[in-house]
């Protein structure tokens, strides 16, 4: 622990920070962006829940290759997009795009749209058949000024084999598609509107709300590992140069085959990615069809789009004691967040790639729980940077075990302490913690004391 003494330099030492302005949004703990100073604590990254399957693709225009899988929230329903293929080229006419709807993210079924013909019959829940469908990642626009046809959004397509393909330097890349209703899809141009990427993989895009700009992650390949790039556009036709993605020094090189990355509800100013982490020569299951590879799911966090966290190196979904998840291209994370309206949200996540009952389970996480400032029994503590208090009281989703505790002091720039909250236990997604209504207009530093207790988020609220 550090002496009163050096605390009080280390924060007399930020005494002419800019204060960070959080206005009422919520700020999660998944990295240490808050930080100043911390004391026997440690960032804690908090495993999903598996759940129930939602979906098995046995379809006759589905099979066991099918993935790219993306979730989408519109309104009281809920509607799971995905590649049906039963294996073949990756350049084949003959994949698919399928849509799935549910109302409560667990119980998911196929529409009979009759809009395009697979497998000898439109009785199907099909819409969009060609080579975009290989990688066909859609979304809700959420830009103020989308047309009212294109609300729906998405991007498609690979590059053509040749020399150099992975380099983006054959013909082809990913098109632009527009839709009113996520059912009826068009091309909004005949050309690609991004050429430079490998592209053999699920490449996403959304519009950043935070910077009023769309943005988009795809395939590459640096120095022969599977990587991630990011593009910005203005009108979702014309786009930025990529830009690789950039980590720490000292953060291995992995391949990440896919980046599932979304903004987080409620927290726009900050990126969630979960890629697929390839072990490209690991076999586990010998005779395998697939080839070698076994895969499992990470978590980082960005707040620009380039520059990513990777506090946490280990695992956040490990492929289990089933077989059949370790073998190659399992255990990819779905792109999107069901929100629903309990303390829980859902992700979903594929299992059984290349087997015949290749699947989608939902997993849950407590609400802004992904990671946590935690403290086991001994106690800890961090103090913040200054912050511009943004409303009158502190508000925190924080847990402690029955004997836990958490406690919260607001210090001015010398140290001096200003409030502080009384003894804080339980398990509340909304724990009202500190007055700060006499601190109006002024600076401050939070200082959180934790015991037996994880710290998920914070906010200021009026």
Request: glycine fraction near 10%; charge should be positive; proline fraction near 6%.
């Amino acid at each position: 622990m550090k002496t009163p003494s050096l605390l009080l330099f280390a924060l007399v030492g930020l005494a002419h920070a800019q204060p960070l302005d959080l206005g009422q949004r919520w700020e999660l703990m998944v990295d240490e962006f808050l930080v100043a100073q911390k004391d026997g604590l440690q960032l804690k990254l908090h495993e999903p829940v598996r759940r129930e399957i939602v979906l098995t693709t046995d379809q006759p225009w589905e099979g066991p290759t099918c993935g790219y899988f993306t979730v989408i929230e519109d309104g009281d329903e809920v509607r799971l997009y995905y590649r049906g293929s039963a294996g073949g080229s990756d350049h084949s006419d003959n994949q698919v795009t399928c849509v799935a709807q549910s109302k409560d993210g667990i119980h998911f079924t196929r529409p009979r749209l009759g809009l395009i013909e697979a497998a000898g019959s439109k009785d199907n829940n099909v819409i969009w058949r060609g080579v975009e469908s290989h990688n066909f990642s859609p979304f809700l626009d959420s830009n103020p000024n989308c047309p009212a046809d294109q609300r729906y959004k998405a991007l498609g397509g690979v590059k053509q084999p040749g020399k150099n393909w992975h380099q983006g330097e054959t013909p082809g890349g990913l098109y632009a598609f527009g839709s009113a209703d996520g059912i009826n899809w068009r091309k909004l141009r005949p050309e690609p509107v991004i050429t430079k990427g490998a592209f053999d993989s699920q490449n996403l895009a959304f519009y950043d709300n935070n910077r009023s700009r769309y943005v988009s992650f795809s395939r590459i390949f640096s120095n022969k590992v599977r990587a991630i790039q990011s593009m910005t556009s203005a009108d979702f036709m014309q786009w930025s140069s990529g830009r690789p993605h950039q980590y720490a020094k000292g953060v291995p090189a992995e391949h990440f085959y896919t980046s599932a990355t979304v903004p987080c509800p409620g927290s726009p100013q900050l990126f969630l990615s979960f890629p697929k982490r390839f072990a490209t020569s690991r076999v586990k299951v010998k005779g395998h069809s697939g080839g070698p590879g076994v895969s499992d799911a990470v978590f980082m966090t960005s707040r620009d789009g380039e520059h990513w966290d990777r506090s946490f190196l280990e695992a956040w979904v490990r492929p289990g004691p089933d077989l059949n998840n370790w073998t190659e291209r399992s255990n990819m994370t779905a792109c999107g967040i069901y929100q629903g309206s309990g303390p829980e949200w859902s992700l979903y996540i594929s299992e059984h790639y290349r087997h015949p009952d290749h699947r989608i389970r939902r997993l849950t996480v407590r609400k802004q729980g992904f990671a946590s400032m935690h403290a086991g029994a001994s106690p800890g503590s961090f103090t913040t940077k200054p912050l511009k208090i943004s409303g009158t009281r502190l508000q925190l989703n924080a847990a402690t075990s029955a004997t836990g505790s958490l406690r919260v002091e607001a210090l001015d720039s010398e140290g001096k302490l200003l409030a502080k909250s009384g003894e804080l236990y339980g398990d509340e997604f909304e724990m009202q913690a500190l007055d700060l209504s006499a601190l109006q207009g002024q600076s401050i530093r939070l200082r959180f004391r934790l015991q037996d207790a994880d710290l998920y988020a914070l906010r200021f609220v009026p």
